[in-house]
């Protein structure tokens, strides 16, 4: 699961714009969703948590806010 993170890392080093971004990682099979526990990363199966602690969980988190907020939610 260390590449999904690399993957994403990278997927969000070369993107600016949100909905690209979310587009993106669409693309490479990286879903992303919330629940009660927190902000989880998956692809073909395998399922990552994201700690807060991490540089990307407050970036995934306002992404999730504002689809939250237009009404698409999460998955």
């Known amino acids: ?43 073909n199966g395998d399922r990552i948590k994201v700690e807060e602690s991490n540089a990307l969980y407050q970036l995934l988190q306002l992404m999730l806010s504002s689809e939250e907020k237009h009404g698409r939610g999460t998955r």
């Open 1 to 43: 699961m260390g590449d999904l993170m690399k993957e994403l890392t990278d997927i969000v080093i070369r993107t600016y714009d949100p909905k690209v971004l979310r587009e993106r990682m669409r693309s490479a099979g990286i879903v992303l969703s919330k629940d009660e526990e927190g902000i989880w990363l998956s692809r």
